[in-house]
């Protein structure tokens, strides 16, 4: 009995201590290996020592019976190793890089002494990590800032195989908003949309980490992959860098549009287009004590004004980033880490689809948010650990009208002479214009929407436990709560359709009908999120690892009733084999299977909310010719009557979407410091998202509705995770990957993938019509990108005391897949038809970009002046990179590649 309370004690104590998301390998690395005589032989007891300008301290142990040393959790960057035993030479290792989620391997061998000896080991790096199967690619500092990245880090993700889309991409072939995004290992995903929430200096980021496929169990829940940012935290020498970076995108050769025979646009002109930015920051870091306390600021100012053609206001967007990280480590065994970042934006004029609207119509989108965390590191002994950290963040985004402005320059909406400056109209009802007639008098809605993430997590390590092996155990626990809050409605809760009965002729504009609605809506959504995982590394043998382990997720989604729309417990099982044939850490041969869970975003609970608007619809004076008593009658009668009800509902049963994922493949490395690396991986995801319809009744091609089970024309639509909702998804990737040293590097990926299935992106419609299921099954998705390359590379010209620094990257994507839509005869809501599978009619045009960078540093009387000159696509290529096809089988080019930009700018560091 008393043994049994000791253990529910422990429990509890675990319970308290390890409440979270882990960081620990998220954001640190590993140096291991073995130190040997000329022979081959162990050589116990030798005094390992690494030291690193991003490590507080020196880290020293000496190796065991075995010869091995093992320094885990070292923050990324480079370091320089020496070993030292008497009777030996002492031997220096220098620019070691140790990655986020890497293990740098080293065979170390040491020659008998001779008077004095100290031998320097030719520069390498360990380019094959024989103890991971992540697959993925780590981005160094030093080669971010040498490569042609748009200095972002959504922009840098790209260069990692099977990582396709923008800004918010599909990775592995999971949908945009299935990824999960990291901050020094903290989850900063948006609760509500799945997507990146924050953008921060560009300059102050360390490393970072895109991971596809085969990650650990301690990766949190979801389909696609993890893109982990870890910032620098400081050092003990004073550091500054002030920047200025200029890009203009306008000056370049424009296409004209091009036209069918009969006057119909096929695709779009650049004349008259816009794009413009200016980026200027700094960043200051150094030491408060030596050893004990480092500190980092940052800010960025990021201003663009981009128009589409023949638009005479500018999408304007003011950005504000502000970083900074406090990391003190009082003694050897605690370090603390406090981080906060904001980044107030605001994006005015977003509405660049055409130009019929007024200035007083034009959106603001108000962004931004912040995010604080807290870290504990507390390293018991060199082999035991736990890191614990707390996070609050809010996102928020409000959309409104453009403020006015007295201030006429920029043709912005100008304020009436009695308004104050900056006054936004929540009043005055918007209308939108048809047929040419302008959008005036309002923007017509208004939304403000706050997002809230809290979270506490720890991870407990156990490292080199002897049984039958080695084994590095790890166990976590986390808690994730959310919150979405929004408000939002029309202005003066109506809004009016006004059209030119004449295209192009204001003469001839009436009102075409008018909806009045009852008052803004209040939502809130809210997510509990209990996780646990646990995961051993062992090695039976020294060329042998197995990494397997599970993870344990208890979900609760709510809508704004407090309904458990999701109410789920997922178990996620992973297991890998790493075989390092030759034992010389330069081979792997790899093979892992898993399985990856969605425990659901705040956006599905939305599709099933009890807030919604009641809508009157009223006919306007354009009827008055067709006999119906309208608007300039005076008629204060409802011409239809929308109740407020929702009619969508939830399937009982409905279970969480998950991936069930394998691969193989090996990697060796060919000369120094470069490998090459050859996988396969499957994944087939099952149970996602999707909507099908209950009420109505359609005819045998899905064409017309009959009828209705209700006797209305409602439809009642209900969200199911069914089976046949599904993506298969296989990618071969060949990639080559040269570690930075002898002042270049390499990294480059070509990916062949085959991506079918029913949904793309959730949740889907595809069920809603029931006789069109079938031209989805086994369709081709939008990610089915059968060649895919992604390619970058960096030199520094050797010319000292002068550097001059080249680099450049190389992008192609074979198109992706298109479908043919037919006129739909359906007046409720439902508009288009299929008559072939999904994906199948046609194919996008291949398109490729080429971008080079050219760096000259020039040395001044403290630090040093660099000029910057990048060419973002710079052949200028234009291929259409998306279309669509219209009902009458016209192939519509709707948007291009960015046109060449070239990018001036300016850095001052020392």
């Not at 004690?9 to 073995?34: F, H, N, Y």
């Not at 406090?338 to 055409?354: A, C, E, F, G, V």
């Not at 092996?469 to 109506?494: A, C, P």
Request: proline share 5%; charged share 20%.
């Amino acid at each position: 009995m008393n043994r049994l309370l000791s253990l529910t004690r422990l429990l509890l104590v675990l319970l308290l201590v390890l409440p979270g998301l882990a960081r620990a390998s998220v954001t640190a690395g590993t140096i291991k290996g073995t130190t040997v005589d000329e022979g081959g032989l162990p050589i116990p007891g030798v005094l390992v020592t690494i030291r690193s300008d991003n490590l507080m301290g020196v880290k020293q142990q000496e190796t065991d019976g075995d010869g091995r040393f093992f320094f885990p959790e070292l923050p990324p960057g480079i370091y320089e190793l020496t070993a030292e035993k008497p009777g030996f030479a002492k031997v220096v290792r220098p620019n070691l890089q140790v990655n986020i989620g890497r293990n740098t391997i080293l065979t170390v061998e040491m020659p008998l002494q001779e008077a004095g000896e100290e031998i320097v080991v030719e520069e390498t790096r360990p380019v094959v990590d024989t103890e991971s199967s992540q697959r993925g690619s780590v981005l160094t500092k030093e080669f971010l800032e040498r490569i042609p990245a748009g200095r972002s880090y959504q922009s840098a993700t790209q260069m990692a195989a099977g990582v396709t889309g923008g800004s918010n991409p599909n990775i592995g072939g999971a949908s945009y908003n299935e990824n999960t995004y990291l901050l020094d290992g903290v989850n900063i995903t948006d609760p509500v949309t799945g997507t990146f929430s924050l953008n921060f200096n560009f300059d102050a980021i360390e490393q970072v980490e895109v991971l596809t496929n085969a990650f650990d169990p301690e990766y949190g829940y979801n389909l696609g992959g993890a893109i982990n940012v870890v910032t620098e935290s400081g050092g003990n020498v004073l550091e500054f860098e002030g920047n200025i970076y200029y890009t203009n995108g306008t000056w370049a050769p424009k296409l004209d549009a091009r036209y069918a025979s009969d006057g119909y646009q096929l695709a779009p002109t650049d004349f008259d287009s816009r794009y413009e930015s200016i980026q200027a920051g700094v960043k200051i870091s150094g030491p408060i004590i030596r050893d004990k306390a480092w500190f980092i600021a940052s800010y960025q100012h990021s201003r663009s004004l981009i128009a589409n053609v023949g638009i005479d206001l500018p999408r304007d967007f003011d950005g504000h980033y502000v970083l900074a990280k406090l990391t003190v480590q009082p003694t050897p065994e605690h370090r603390f880490t406090l981080l906060t970042q904001t980044n107030p934006s605001t994006i005015d004029n977003m509405d660049q689809s055409d130009r019929y609207v007024q200035p007083e119509a034009q959106s603001r989108q108000y962004q931004g948010g912040f995010v604080t965390s807290l870290g504990w590191d507390w390293f018991i002994s060199p082999e035991t650990f736990l890191e614990t950290d707390a996070t609050m963040q809010k996102l928020f985004l409000e959309g409104t009208q453009v403020p006015c402005t007295h201030d006429q320059d920029l043709g912005y909406n100008p304020c009436d002479p009695t308004e104050p400056e900056n006054h936004i109209d929540l009043t005055t009802p918007g209308r939108f214009g048809i047929n040419n007639a302008f959008d005036s008098e309002n923007y017509p809605f208004f939304d403000f929407d706050d997002r809230w993430r809290w979270s506490i997590g720890s991870k407990f390590s156990l490292l080199q436990v002897e049984a039958m092996g080695s084994h590095d155990m790890k166990v976590g626990i986390s808690y994730d709560s959310t919150l979405w809050n929004r408000t939002f409605g029309y202005t003066g809760q109506k809004y009016y359709y006004d059209l030119n009965e004449l295209a192009y002729n204001p003469d001839t504009l009436k009102n075409y009908y008018w909806l009045e609605t009852t008052g803004p809506v209040n939502f809130k959504a809210t997510a509990d999120n209990l996780g646990m995982f646990i995961q051993d590394v062992y090695k039976p043998i020294d060329n042998l690892t197995f990494r397997f382990g599970t993870r344990y997720d208890r979900a609760w989604v709510r809508n704004d009733v407090g309904e458990a729309i999701i109410n789920v417990g997922l178990w996620g099982p992973r297991f890998s084999v790493i075989w390092d044939p030759w034992a010389n850490n330069k081979s792997k041969i790899v093979g892992s299977v898993g399985r990856f869970n969605d425990s659901g975003r705040l956006a599905v609970p939305y599709y099933l909310s009890q807030s919604g608007f009641g809508q009157k619809l009223f006919l306007g004076e354009y009827f008055d010719q067709f006999g119906y008593p309208g608007y300039s009658e005076g008629i204060d009668n409802a011409y239809a009557i929308f109740p407020n009800e929702n009619t969508n509902t939830v399937l009982d049963g409905t279970i969480a979407p998950h991936s069930d994922e394998f691969s193989v493949g090996a990697e060796r490395e060919l000369i120094r410091d470069l490998a090459a690396q050859l996988y396969f991986t499957g994944k087939y995801t099952r149970n996602l998202y999707a909507f099908d319809e209950t009420n109505l009744i359609w005819d045998e091609d899905g064409y017309n509705v009959l009828g209705s089970s209700d006797g209305s024309l409602t439809p009642y639509s209900r969200l199911r995770t069914p089976n046949i909702a599904r993506r298969d998804y296989f990618r071969t990737d060949l990639s080559v990957n040269k570690l930075w040293s002898d002042r270049w590097q390499v990294q480059a990926n070509y990916s062949y993938t085959i991506s079918r299935g029913t949904v793309q992106n959730t949740p889907s419609g595809f069920l809603s019509v029931p006789q069109q299921v079938e031209y989805y099954v086994n369709g081709l998705l939008y990610t089915d990108v059968r060649h895919d390359i992604a390619a970058g590379f960096a030199w520094d010209i050797p010319n000292d005391p002068w550097t001059t620094q080249l680099g450049g990257t190389l992008m192609y994507e074979s198109g992706n897949p298109e479908s043919r839509y037919y006129g739909n005869g359906s007046s409720v809501g439902y508009g288009s038809i299929l008559r072939q599978t999904i994906g199948t009619y046609a194919r996008e045009e291949p398109w490729w970009s080429l971008s080079i960078l050219l760096q000259q540093s020039i040395p001044v009387r403290k630090g040093k002046l660099v000029a910057v000159a990048e060419l973002q696509n710079a052949t200028n290529n234009r291929q259409g990179d998306s279309a669509y096809i219209s009902s009458d089988n016209r192939w519509i080019i709707s948007g291009r590649q960015d046109p060449m930009q070239i990018s001036l700018g300016a850095r001052y560091e020392f």
